[in-house]
């Protein structure tokens, strides 16, 4: 198979939907397991814990709530610890150190009871009630994964964003647009199946990956980006850099011999009856323009 048939055929897994502030009809009828990875969110934890429970209660049937504590040396732990009694459903997993983003998703993952798995970061960058959003395909696909419409982020980790997808899709045909977005929702099913190897920042592209390669059906919506209000951002750090990049040196062999064959062609997702009409539809951003726009 050639690379521009390869890119095609994942491309055509993918539905890309703008957000819509319409009525989207969640009738409260999935069960997710919400997966939250934090390292040294003391700042951020408790409202994080208190608007993914609110957002649950409004539009799951039942759920759980699994924070991955990433090895924090402030008092992450001690705060979820005390919400337990609060919140019957929420459950704490604890890495003695810091082992990385890809290891606490992993632990998260592999923590997930309900038919459906959710993740999201502890920092509070995301509006938890467009869970609906992603809800409305759940349905009809294996995977809705988010992508930021506006990133509230630095211009040196937008820089770091733009290159870093296009190097992916580039490598990859990775068949999203935002492909470190931190809101996806997972049929668990379809990602338990998945053998995750990285541990650090490549873990969302070899999931996406392995994902669209097997014929999963994967949507992407549009949310809101939010700014960071406190704690310290750590994805540009140049140990998390250094590691993703080191992880993706290793993992290229096995990951560009992946092909479609392995699993059934990628099937497009239908549009969820829910679902309002004349919304648009987007293509990933294509040059530099694009991120002077969303700086």
């Given at each position: 198979m050639t690379s521009s048939s390869?890119?095609?055929?994942?491309?055509?897994?993918?539905?890309?939907?703008?957000?819509?502030r319409n009525d989207l009809g969640d009738k409260r009828r999935h069960a997710v397991s919400f997966i939250l990875p934090a390292w040294n969110e003391e700042e951020n934890i408790v409202q994080a814990i208190e608007s993914t429970a609110a957002a649950a209660q409004r539009h799951c049937t039942d759920y759980e709530i699994v924070v991955v504590?990433?090895?924090?040396?402030?008092?992450?732990a001690k705060l979820v610890l005390a919400l337990q009694s609060v919140h019957p459903t929420l459950r704490l997993i604890q890495h003695q150190t810091n082992r990385g983003y890809g290891e606490a998703l992993h632990s998260g993952f592999s923590a997930g009871r309900l038919e459906h798995v959710f993740f999201t970061d502890a920092d509070n960058q995301f509006d938890m009630d467009e869970l609906a959003l992603l809800l409305a395909w759940a349905d009809h696909s294996d995977v809705v994964?988010?992508?930021?419409?506006?990133?509230?982020?630095?211009?040196?980790?937008?820089?770091?964003?733009?290159?870093?997808?296009?190097?992916?899709?580039?490598?990859?045909?990775?068949?999203?647009?935002?492909?470190?977005?931190?809101?996806?929702?997972?049929?668990r099913s379809a990602i338990a199946v998945v053998d995750i190897e990285s541990r650090g920042a490549m873990i969302n592209t070899e999931i996406m990956v392995k994902l669209a390669r097997s014929g999963?059906?994967?949507?992407?919506?549009?949310?809101?980006?939010?700014?960071?209000?406190?704690?310290?951002?750590?994805?540009?750090?140049p140990r998390v850099i250094t590691r993703a990049f080191a992880e993706l040196v290793r993992m290229y062999p096995q990951l560009s011999r992946i092909s479609m064959s392995e699993g059934s062609p990628p099937a497009a997702a239908q549009d969820p009856p829910s679902l309002a009409d004349g919304n648009r539809w987007s293509r990933a951003p294509e040059d530099l323009a694009d991120l002077a726009g969303q700086a």
């Open positions: 390869l890119s095609s055929s994942t491309d055509r897994a993918v539905i890309s939907i703008a957000r819509t504590d990433d090895g924090s040396t402030d008092n992450t994964a988010g992508y930021r419409e506006v990133r509230q982020d630095s211009r040196i980790r937008l820089l770091n964003a733009w290159l870093w997808n296009r190097l992916v899709r580039v490598l990859f045909y990775v068949p999203v647009r935002d492909i470190d977005c931190a809101f996806k929702l997972f049929r999963q059906r994967i949507v992407e919506v549009s949310v809101t980006h939010l700014p960071r209000q406190a704690g310290k951002p750590h994805g540009a750090s």
